[in-house]
């Protein structure tokens, strides 16, 4: 059974930072690549950063590129992703997502993340 758990998620003001993390079970972790995907109200889910298996690259969307970075920990089964530099836009349900299931199924129930003054 597969099992994506999200947390870290809250209410902060422009500027601001937060650290989310991922726990994930039910799979091979270390052989897999992850991924951080948001959605915003009224707006499709959007891919924010991806790691591959080993830790060894990285992908940012351009909208976060410079303020955000993943990372994972493949002893723990976990993904972080540090959020610096918050603006309104990055206002959205965060949700972590193993690469291997492709984009259908093992969705976690995300955490949310508000900013606003």
């Known amino acids: 059974q597969v099992r994506i758990v999200e947390s870290g998620g809250g209410l902060v003001q422009p500027g601001g930072s937060l650290r989310l993390s991922c726990a994930a079970s039910?799979?091979?972790?270390?052989?897999?690549?992850m991924s951080w995907y948001r959605q915003a109200p009224g707006k499709e889910r959007e891919l924010v950063a991806f790691?591959?298996?080993?830790?060894?690259?990285?992908n940012y969307a351009d909208s976060v590129k410079g303020r955000f970075t993943i990372s994972r920990d493949n002893a723990k089964n976990t993904v972080a992703l540090q959020m610096n530099s918050l603006k309104p836009e990055d206002t959205a349900v965060y949700y972590c997502?193993?690469?291997?299931?492709?984009?259908?199924?093992?969705w976690g129930q995300g955490t949310q993340v508000t900013v606003s003054s």
């Open positions: 997502k193993a690469n291997r299931f492709g984009l259908v199924g093992s």
């Open positions: 039910g799979f091979t972790f270390s052989s897999s690549g």
């Open positions: 790691i591959t298996s080993t830790g060894g690259t990285t």
